[in-house]
């Protein structure tokens, strides 16, 4: 369950897809970056645009700059924190590419060592966990969205029992105002 856990943490959001970055992988599979894009490019066909995909020196700046504000902060539920191995001396000629889901799972037909089967195990448990607890927080919004719109909804009912309440007390009021009102012309006493 910790190794699913650490795997979580070093996925990312990137371009709106939850991806994994190549350095990451290296350290999970227990092989040199280097090692593991060289094994990707021989197979370059299994992986498309949806697959992989490499930084661009813009995003990758900012992921840096997170990296150190987060390591700074020192919030252990940060997920830039778990990255120890950071390469932070890779130049816009060596950005990171990211694999996708599909991605790291088309790596597995690359990578054939046991720790690299059982490493992609653990990453598709991860990957499906995450999309599990998006699931649920979908959910959740959808919940507080619907209890919004019903409590928006009694504020407008309320609002228009006040109106009408109101109305009544001013028609009560000018009803004693008109029956309290001094009487002109002739008096007849009885």
Do not use: C
């Not at 190794?3 to 990137?14: T, V, W």
């Not at 001396?89 to 996708?100: E, I, Q």
């Not at 990578?111 to 927080?137: C, E, G, H, W």
């Amino acid at each position: 369950m910790q190794i699913i856990k650490s795997i979580q943490n070093r996925i990312y959001e990137i371009r709106g897809e939850r991806v994994m970055l190549d350095f990451d992988l290296a350290v999970l599979y227990e092989v040199e970056t280097r090692v593991l894009n060289q094994a990707v490019k021989r197979n370059i066909k299994r992986f498309p645009d949806d697959f992989m995909f490499q930084l661009t020196s813009i995003e990758w700046k900012d992921m840096q700059s997170q990296i150190v504000t987060a390591s700074q902060v020192k919030n252990p539920s940060s997920q830039f924190v778990m990255m120890d191995n950071i390469p932070q001396n890779r130049t816009s000629k060596y950005l990171p590419y990211a694999f996708t889901e599909q991605g790291v799972a088309m790596l597995s037909g690359v990578l054939k060592s046991d720790k690299a089967i059982n490493m992609n195990i653990a990453i598709m448990r991860a990957f499906v966990d995450v999309r599990k607890i998006l699931l649920k927080q979908s959910n959740l919004n959808e919940q507080l969205t619907e209890i919004k719109e019903r409590i928006g909804e009694h504020d407008v009912q309320l609002n228009e029992l006040y109106d009408a309440m109101e109305n009544l007390i001013d028609e009560k009021i000018a009803q004693l105002k008109w029956n309290d009102r001094q009487r002109i012309g002739f008096k007849i006493k009885e």
